[in-house]
């Protein structure tokens, strides 16, 4: 079975980039039965603000992720760095030190994409 870390790393600059890599995860697991976690870096954070405009289509697919079983994590570097407060993002989404968290999963067999 394939293991993929699937690195959010785009900001709200490019909306579209950070929805293909929900997609990617979500039917990485749906298509291929991949075991997949999302990691939220950098300016990725901004994916999972949930007072953006376009904040139901994200929620939507943060939930269509978790239904599927996909780990979704956000470094809480990039947070702090980026002045983003728990309460700014989605609920429920578990905080890593994002460094780390890829060390453990390369450790762990899992291959890295980044978007």
């Known amino acids: ?13 490019n909306i579209n980039t950070e929805m293909v890599a929900f997609n990617f ?10 075991q997949v976690e999302l990691l939220f870096l950098g300016r990725g ?3 999972l603000f949930k007072n953006q405009n376009n904040s139901d289509t994200f929620l939507a697919q ?12 956000v470094c809480s570097v990039s947070m702090k760095s980026l002045g983003v407060t728990d ?5 429920g ?5 994002g460094g780390v ?9 899992y291959q890295v994409i980044t978007f």
């Open 1 to 13: 079975m394939a293991k993929m870390l699937v690195m959010v790393i785009t900001g709200k600059e």
């Open 25 to 34: 995860a979500i039917n990485s697991v749906q298509n291929a039965k991949a």
């Open 45 to 47: 954070v901004e994916a």
């Open 62 to 73: 943060v939930q269509k992720a978790r239904s599927l079983g996909i780990r979704l994590t």
């Open 87 to 91: 309460e700014m993002i989605f609920e």
């Open 93 to 97: 989404i578990e905080k890593v030190m």
């Open 101 to 109: 968290e890829t060390a453990a999963r390369i450790d762990d067999g």
